[in-house]
C-alpha cells in the first residue's frame, strides 16, 4: 500500500520532490513487482480514499474507481513534470486541456487537486502552482502596488495573482478614497470611461468581478481593508448590483469575504427603478427560491428588505438602466 502523507524528513522536501517519490512508488508496485497498488488518500481532516490499480481477483470491476485512480495518477504526474520544469502558474482550465479525453469535466481535475493537497499536507493549491484564473478587473486613480506588481494610474488591469504574504500599498489620497464595486462590466467600463474623462478630482478604484466574484478579486478586496486599517486611511467600499435574487448573492459574496462592517450593499434597488419607470422582469422559479433561502440565512437587514421586496412584487431589473441618472 502506498500512503500519501507528509511526515518526518519527506516533508522538508521539495513539493515536486515529494510528488516524484509517490509516484515512483506506484511505478515499482505496478511495473517491477507485478503487483497491484492501494493507494491510501486523504480526501479532508479526518477522510481518506483508498483508490486501487488495476482491479484483480474476485473484485467487481468499478468502472468509477477505476476512472478517478487514472485521472489521479495522470494529474500528479502532469502537476509534477510542471513542477519540476519550473513551469509558470497553471488553471484548472490549463490542467483540464492537457487531457480532456481523460479528466471530461474540470470539477475532476479540481476535486482530485484538493485530494493532492490534502494528502501531502499542503496549505493550499498555489503550493503546486495552480491558480485561480484572472477573472477581475481593477481602475484606479492612485498609484497602487499590488506585491511586486506596480500599477499604473487611469489603466484597466486584471487583478494579480496573490499569494499568502502578498500586501496592497496605495499612495495616501488627501481626502477619503471609495472602493467601488460594481456587478456588470459593461456599467464598471461605462463609469471608468466617464470618470477618465470628466477628471472630477476625486480619488477612485474601481473593481468589477464580472458577476460572482472569483477569489483573486475578494482577496484584493480583503487587502484593501487590511491596508485602510494598517496605514489608518479613510477608505470606503460601496457596491453595486443588480435588483434580483443573484445580484444579493453576489452581494453577500462579496460581504462575507470581507465582512458586513467594510462594506456598504447600495443596489440596485427595486423601488428606484420603478421611479425611473424601468421596464421590470418577472422572478423566475430559481430565483423565487433563491431568495427565500437567503432570507432563512437572515442577511443584514437592508439585503433582506431588498429581497422581500422582489418576492413581494415578483419582479427583478438590471442596473444597467441607471447609466444615465447614477454615474
Known amino acids: 500500500m502506498v500512503v500519501l502523507e507528509s511526515r518526518g524528513s519527506?516533508?522538508?522536501?521539495?513539493?515536486?520532490?515529494?510528488?516524484?517519490?509517490?509516484?515512483?512508488?506506484?511505478?515499482?508496485?505496478i511495473e517491477y513487482a507485478q503487483c497491484p497498488v492501494t493507494i491510501e488518500l486523504r480526501t479532508s481532516a479526518k477522510g481518506k480514499r483508498l483508490v486501487k490499480f488495476p482491479f484483480f481477483g474476485n473484485e467487481r470491476l468499478n468502472y468509477s474507481s477505476l476512472k478517478g485512480t487514472a485521472v489521479f495518477i495522470a494529474l500528479l504526474q502532469t502537476v509534477q513534470t510542471r513542477l519540476a520544469r519550473g513551469d509558470s502558474r497553471s488553471t484548472i482550465r490549463d490542467l483540464y486541456y492537457s487531457n480532456v479525453e481523460l479528466y471530461k469535466d474540470q470539477r475532476q481535475?479540481?476535486?482530485?487537486?484538493?485530494?493532492?493537497?490534502?494528502?501531502?499536507?499542503?496549505?493550499?493549491?498555489?503550493?503546486?502552482?495552480?491558480?485561480?484564473a484572472q477573472k477581475g478587473l481593477v481602475y484606479t486613480s492612485l498609484p497602487m502596488a499590488v506585491g511586486k506588481v506596480v500599477y499604473?494610474?487611469?489603466?484597466?488591469?486584471?487583478?494579480?495573482?496573490?499569494?499568502?504574504?502578498?500586501?496592497?500599498?496605495?499612495?495616501?489620497?488627501?481626502?477619503?478614497?471609495?472602493?467601488?464595486?460594481?456587478?456588470?462590466?459593461?456599467?464598471?467600463?461605462?463609469?471608468?470611461?466617464?470618470?477618465?474623462?470628466?477628471?472630477?478630482?476625486?480619488?477612485?478604484?474601481?473593481?468589477?468581478?464580472k458577476g460572482y466574484p472569483d477569489s483573486l478579486t475578494k482577496k484584493f478586496l480583503a487587502m484593501l481593508v487590511q491596508w485602510g486599517q494598517r496605514?489608518?486611511?479613510?477608505?470606503?467600499?460601496?457596491?453595486?448590483?443588480?435588483?434580483?435574487?443573484?445580484?444579493?448573492?453576489?452581494?453577500?459574496?462579496?460581504?462575507?469575504?470581507?465582512?458586513?462592517?467594510?462594506?456598504?450593499y447600495k443596489g440596485i434597488t427595486l423601488p428606484r427603478l420603478i421611479a425611473m419607470r424601468?421596464?421590470?422582469?418577472?422572478?423566475?422559479?430559481?430565483?423565487?427560491?433563491?431568495?427565500?433561502n437567503m432570507l432563512l440565512k437572515r442577511p443584514g437587514p437592508g439585503i433582506a428588505t431588498q429581497l422581500q421586496r422582489q418576492l413581494f412584487f415578483h419582479k427583478k431589473g438590471e442596473m444597467n438602466a441607471c447609466y444615465s441618472q447614477e454615474w
Open 152 to 209: 499604473a494610474t487611469d489603466t484597466i488591469e486584471l487583478i494579480p495573482y496573490m499569494d499568502e504574504k502578498c500586501e496592497v500599498a496605495l499612495v495616501k489620497a488627501p481626502g477619503d478614497i471609495v472602493v467601488t464595486v460594481f456587478e456588470k462590466e459593461a456599467v464598471f467600463n461605462r463609469v471608468v470611461q466617464k470618470h477618465s474623462t470628466t477628471k472630477t478630482g476625486q480619488h477612485h478604484i474601481f473593481v468589477t468581478g
Open 109 to 132: 481535475v479540481e476535486y482530485w487537486l484538493g485530494v493532492i493537497t490534502q494528502s501531502f499536507g499542503l496549505k493550499s493549491r498555489q503550493q503546486l502552482m495552480v491558480v485561480p
Open 278 to 292: 424601468t421596464q421590470l422582469l418577472d422572478l423566475t422559479q430559481r430565483e423565487l427560491l433563491l431568495a427565500r
Open 10 to 29: 519527506s516533508a522538508a522536501k521539495p513539493v515536486h520532490e515529494r510528488l516524484d517519490s509517490a509516484l515512483q512508488l506506484v511505478q515499482r508496485s
Open 231 to 264: 496605514t489608518g486611511s479613510s477608505i470606503t467600499f460601496e457596491l453595486y448590483v443588480d435588483a434580483d435574487p443573484d445580484g444579493v448573492a453576489i452581494a453577500l459574496n462579496y460581504i462575507n469575504h470581507c465582512g458586513a462592517q467594510h462594506i456598504r
